[in-house]
Nanobody, 121 residues
Framework: QVQLVESGGGLVQAGGSLRLSCVASGRTFSMGWFRQAPGKERELVSGISRIGGSTYYADSVKGRFTISRDNAKNTLYLQMNSLKLEDTAVYYC?????????????????WGQGTQVTVSS
């Protein structure tokens, strides 16, 4: 049974930072961080390939967010800096069996429970 357990969300003022973590049980996966704000579709924020050689960032977070992974710990991270009001959303980590991340959430087999990130003014 694969489980993804996220942590690190919370309330932060605009301009602040948070680091999300996601611990995956079982094998190593290609991973992605998605987010979903109220009334909006779930979107891929950042993705990383199975061994970490390839990464992706949505234009809205480039230069502010950094994805990384520690495969020895089966842990995925998302360092979020210079947070903006529009970053407020539920953030989900997701895992897929393919070699790399995918933009389509339907391509991910496993999902975490989500963690709320709220950015205040």
């Amino acid at each position: 049974q694969v489980q993804l357990v996220e942590s690190g969300g919370g309330l932060v003022q605009a301009g602040g930072s948070l680091r999300l973590s996601c611990v995956a049980s079982g094998r190593t996966f290609s991973m992605g961080w998605f987010r979903q704000a109220p009334g909006k579709e779930r979107e891929l924020v950042s993705g990383i390939s199975r061994i970490g050689g390839s990464t992706y960032y949505a234009d809205s977070v480039k230069g502010r967010f950094t994805i990384s992974r520690d495969n020895a710990k089966n842990t995925l991270y998302l360092q979020m800096n210079s947070l903006k009001l529009e970053d407020t959303a539920v953030y989900y980590c997701a895992a897929r069996l393919g070699a790399s991340y995918h933009y389509d959430s339907r391509e991910y087999e496993y999902w975490g429970q989500g963690t709320q990130v709220t950015v205040s003014s």
